[in-house]
């Protein structure tokens, strides 16, 4: 079974460095990347994504926005939550607190909080996340 990955990063050179790692380490013609949530949005395709890789600060529309509207279409997608910052589970439990999204945290935070990557991350270990989760 092909396993799939989207990867949404405002930031060109981070999503071209791990669709490279990625390719190269069993993942050819598999990975999917886009600078603009709003398009990746557009172009997303219920069921063809195994692994959502996405950025939590982005212009026009952060990651847990664009979380909630892709789990709307697609609620077996998997995701690691990427940022540069910190995670403040406390803030993230009180946004999800509404009874439309009251298991998307639980979600988000299985395996102790396993869905988060740090970045900057080595692509070694971003591969190895990767490999583990698919």
């Known amino acids: ?15 071209f460095t791990f669709k490279l790692a990625l390719e190269k380490n ?5 990975v999917d990347v886009y600078n603009d949530p709003s398009l990746a949005l557009n172009d997303f395709k219920a069921d063809l994504y195994d692994l959502l890789l996405l950025d939590i600060a982005m212009p026009r529309m952060d990651g847990f926005t664009f979380y909630e509207k892709i789990r709307k279409m697609d ?5 690691f939550f990427m940022t540069a910052f910190g995670v403040n589970y406390e803030v993230l439990a009180g946004r999800y607190r509404t009874k439309d999204y009251e298991n998307v945290l639980a979600t988000i935070l299985e395996n102790g909080g396993g869905r ?10 971003l591969v190895k996340r990767v490999k583990a989760e698919l």
Do not use: A, H
């Open 1 to 15: 079974m092909t396993r799939r990955i989207l990867i949404v990063d405002d930031e060109p050179d981070i999503g």
């Open 26 to 30: 069993g993942f050819k013609e598999r």
């Open 75 to 79: 609620s077996k997608i998997r995701v």
């Open 116 to 125: 988060f990557i740090r970045k900057p991350i080595d692509v070694f270990d």
